[in-house]
Every structure is written in C-alpha cells, then in structure tokens.
Nanobody, 114 residues
Framework: QVQVVESGGGLVQPGGSLRLSCAAS????????MSWYRQAPGKQRELVAAITVLGSTDYADSVKGRFTISRDNARNTVFLQMNSLRPDDTAVYYC????????WGPGTQVTVSS
C-alpha cells in the first residue's frame, strides 16, 4: 500500500502563485510516475502535469508555460509550482502515484479569486 498526501492549496488572487506538494509513503518501491490532476465543480477530472522517475514531463495545454512539475525521488515527493494563476484554475487538485497500481491522495483545494 502507498499513502498519498497533498498540501499547499489555498486561496490566491488572479496572477498569484502557489506551490503544491505531494508525499508518498509506505510501499514506495516501484513508483514510476507521479501526476497532478484537478477537478472543478461540474467537470471531469483532468490531467494537469505528470513526471516519470527519469524526469520526463507532460503538461496540459492550458497550463504550459505557467505550471512546473518537479520531483524529489529520494523523498518520493512531487511538487507543482503554479504561477500566473487564473480563476479557471480553481479546482480540487489531486496527486496520483503510479507503481504496481495507481494511488490517489484526498486532494487539496485551490481557489483563484479576487
């Protein structure tokens, strides 16, 4: 089993920044990919950014140039630096950890509003 916990969400004004963190613990051997997803009210959960253990990254078009995903393999932690935030970035952000099977965290709320 892998336990996944996100942190760093909150309320920020448009144009502001936030940094999300996701820590995996437990049976972490074999984790090969960590990702951030988000789900806004009334919408489907969507991929925001992903990073493999080798550092290969993937981003949703809507966040390219604004968000950066990074990873500390030694601590099984992934970060999402979010800059130039917009109201449509408002959502619950979830961390997904992939090893033998996927594991999800409970999510952290990000609200972008003036």
């Amino acid at each position: 089993q892998v336990q996944v916990v996100e942190s760093g969400g909150g309320l920020v004004q448009p144009g502001g920044s936030l940094r999300l963190s996701c820590a995996a613990s437990g049976s972490t051997f074999g984790i090969h990919r960590m990702s951030w997803y988000r789900q806004a009210p009334g919408k489907q959960r969507e991929l925001v950014a992903a990073i493999t253990v080798l550092g290969s990254t993937d981003y949703a078009d809507s966040v390219k140039g604004r968000f950066t995903i990074s990873r500390d393999n030694a601590r099984n932690t992934v970060f999402l630096q979010m800059n130039s935030l917009r109201p449509d970035d408002t959502a619950v952000y979830y961390c997904k950890v992939e090893s033998a099977r996927p594991y999800w965290g409970p999510g952290t709320q990000v609200t972008v509003s003036s």
